[in-house]
């Protein structure tokens, strides 16, 4: 049912924030609160567990638990009708839910502690049993807070983001930037086709994805987002997601990384392919919220692993820039990809301009209100 291309395009509106899927979710028309304010009882028809989430969670708590079983939608879901119950695996994913929620709550002082991912790990069913990996052992972990042993040859933050401010052009060159135009070529699961990104300080920034049957609209307008597609209503992102896309969208990050979260800091040394960089941790409520790698030659930001929280659990979004050109006096990346745990999207700019003149109505919604979605039956 999620045919490769159309999944992967689901995915493609992500990577510019639309927490979209190709499952049709229809809307209500007449509804017009605003998103975020209805549970997910008052908007979806069949919840039984997460009834009290805010409605515009539902969708990342979903994400959250495809990627950890490494499934699609579909696993769970009848196509066209996600309040149905039919599918097994559904009615197990909701005892899971509880399971899930009694072990933290009974150990863990209701933290995440325990997610699907736990042990799940990528598959429907978790290995119980430690299994010998191939050319010796691997040890994973996860970065926690204070727990880095990199830390002592890292200069603190505040050195390696005045060192990535100078090594792009300074602040006064950044600071002259109000708005940025690029046009290149988005890579979905081997097709090429065209896009736009047009970009504006405040935090916003519109992608234009030309399909076939029309364009793909991904847009932030500093405070909310939202998306379109061709024959689809135009759909609030939600809020978490805008929250967590901050750092991707500013025009001039490094002025403002600092103001985005409640604490910036050094997280030690990681290496990305064969460079080595400096890791710094944006940190909000205690919790890294985004990890940000400079490289340690060059100072150039190399990448940006930023998460979005979910009732469930979180879901991480990986930005790589590289093919750096001069442009204006600023280094800027012509190349990123986007990262996912199910997905890779290689954005390649052709054309890139500054401060050309942007109509701030380019941001706003289309005329019709977007709602939040609401299945009919
Ligand atoms: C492992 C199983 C599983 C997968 C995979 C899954 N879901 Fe769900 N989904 C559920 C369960 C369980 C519920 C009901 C939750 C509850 O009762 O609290 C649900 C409910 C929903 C609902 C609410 C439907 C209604 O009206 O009641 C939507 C919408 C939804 N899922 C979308 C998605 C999307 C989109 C994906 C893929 C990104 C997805 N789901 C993947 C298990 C799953
Ligand atoms: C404490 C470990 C643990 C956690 C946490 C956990 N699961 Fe499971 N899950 C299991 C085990 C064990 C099985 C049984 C697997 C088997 O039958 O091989 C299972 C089975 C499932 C299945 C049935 C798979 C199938 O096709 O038969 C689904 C769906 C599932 N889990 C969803 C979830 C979801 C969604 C979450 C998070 C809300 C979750 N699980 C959290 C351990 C866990």
Redesign the pocket.
């Known amino acids: 049912m999620c045919r490769q291309f159309l999944c992967m395009l689901g995915i493609a509106f992500t990577v510019v924030g639309i927490s979209e899927t190709p499952l049709r979710v229809q809307t209500a028309s007449a509804n017009t609160s605003p998103p975020g304010a209805m549970s997910a009882a008052e908007a979806y028809q069949n919840i039984q567990v997460l009834k009290e989430i805010p409605a515009d969670q539902l969708v990342p708590a979903m994400q959250f638990?495809t990627y950890?079983?490494g499934v699609e939608c579909s696993?769970?879901h009848v196509e066209g009708a996600l309040e149905k119950d039919d599918k097994?695996?559904?009615q197990?994913?909701r005892k899971?839910?509880q399971?899930?929620a009694a072990?933290n709550r009974d150990n863990f002082d209701s933290k995440q502690a325990?997610?699907?991912n736990?042990?799940?790990r990528g598959a429907?069913?978790?290995v119980?049993t430690p299994i010998i990996a191939e050319g010796g052992p691997r040890p994973a972990f996860e970065s926690v807070l204070g727990e880095d042993t990199s830390l002592t040859d890292a200069p603190p933050a505040e050195q390696i983001i005045a060192k990535y401010v100078e090594a792009i052009g300074g602040a006064a060159a950044l600071q002259r930037i109000s708005t940025r135009q690029e046009k290149g070529t988005i890579n979905i699961s081997g097709r090429n086709l065209p896009i736009e990104i047009l970009s504006r300080i405040g935090g916003k920034q519109l992608t234009v994805i030309h399909l076939p049957n029309g364009d793909s609209i991904t847009a932030y307008d500093g405070a909310s987002g939202w998306t379109s597609a061709p024959n689809r209503p135009v759909r609030e992102i939600p809020s978490v997601e805008v929250a967590s896309a901050k750092p991707e969208v500013d025009l001039q990050l490094p002025l403002h990384i600092k103001q985005l979260f409640n604490e910036v800091k050094t997280a030690g040394t990681e290496k990305i392919g064969d460079r080595e960089s400096y890791v710094v941790a944006g940190i909000n409520s205690g919790e890294i919220a985004a990890k940000f790698y400079f490289d340690k030659e060059s100072g150039y930001l190399l990448r940006i692993l930023r998460y979005t929280k979910s009732p469930?659990?979180r879901n991480s979004t990986q930005i790589d820039y590289a093919d750096f050109r001069t442009l204006n006096g600023l280094k800027v990346p012509f190349r990123k990809t986007i990262a996912r745990p199910n997905s890779r999207l290689t954005v390649q700019i052709e054309d890139a301009e500054f401060n050309v003149p942007v109509d701030e109505k380019k941001f706003a919604r289309p005329a019709v209100a977007p709602t939040p979605t609401r299945p009919s039956p």
Request: net charge positive; with cysteine.
């Open positions: 638990i950890s079983l696993y769970c097994k695996p559904k197990t994913a899971m839910m399971m899930m072990i325990v997610t699907c736990s042990c799940h429907p069913h978790p119980a469930l659990g």
